[in-house]
């Protein structure tokens, strides 16, 4: 079965470092990753995802993420952090299961900046 | 304004009441689902529906109904059956249901049972 696996569950940063977050799936076949978040109080949305093409895919608020399909990784970056970014974020899987979009979801990780 | 909606935003019940969560969307999307968010364990999916008049089981379907009767309406009921159905619950959308497509999140309906 499809897994998806966020590495750390609470990280706390100064404003202005840099953020790396885990995430690893566990489905061999052809699948799409995203990553959306939740802000304090607001729906969750689609920060960026990944169909094909340029393993680098840049999304909103200066976020990028990188599919390493040896590693099965596609891990969350940015260079400079704001306090804006506290939120929660989840990495997403999505495979054909039967015909069907199936689309897995991670635990979450939770972001807080500190000013 | 397209989106999803989702009322109420708290809901609180006896326990051994069936409860019903509405979701309506107007993004004409043809694919619905409903996910259950608890601290710690992510967005697990409970129920999704790809066109009208059809759905299928996720993850933890358990103790849980859903109708897709309309296009735009994805009612999810909460059953006696559910054994721990206080929880956040949300609905999202997608325009199809494969695996490409990005789904909307609505706001979500807190639920509390007493």
């Not at chain 2, 059956?81 to 999140?105: H, I, M, V, W």
Request: glycine letters at 10%; hydrophobic letters at 30%.
């Amino acid at each position: 079965a499809q897994s998806v696996s966020q590495h750390n569950h609470h990280v706390i940063l100064s404003e202005a470092a840099s953020l790396e977050l885990g995430c690893n799936y566990s489905y061999g076949g052809t699948v799409n990753l995203f990553w959306y978040v939740q802000y304090p109080g607001q729906h969750l949305q689609l920060l960026l995802k990944y169909f094909s093409g340029d393993p680098l895919v840049k999304g909103i608020k200066g976020f990028e993420a990188e599919f390493i399909k040896s590693k099965f990784s596609f891990n969350l970056r940015k260079p400079s952090v704001q306090w804006s970014d506290t939120a929660e974020y989840f990495c997403a899987a999505g495979s054909d299961s039967g015909g069907y979009q199936k689309v897995t979801f991670g635990t979450g990780t939770k972001l807080q900046v500190i000013p | 304004d397209g989106g999803i909606t989702q009322s109420p935003k708290y809901l609180f019940r006896k326990e051994g009441q069936n409860v019903t969560l509405s979701c309506e969307q107007n993004l004409n999307h043809d694919a619905m689902y409903w996910y259950r968010q608890d601290p710690g364990q992510g967005l697990r999916l409970i129920y999704y529906s790809q066109i009208v008049n059809d759905f299928q089981k996720g993850d933890i379907a358990e103790g849980y109904s859903v109708s897709r009767e309309k296009k735009e309406s994805f009612p999810l009921t909460v059953t006696s059956a559910q054994k721990n159905p206080t929880a956040f619950y949300l609905c999202a959308s997608s325009l199809r249901g494969d695996r490409k497509n990005e789904q909307f999140f609505g706001p979500g309906t807190r639920l509390t049972v007493l």
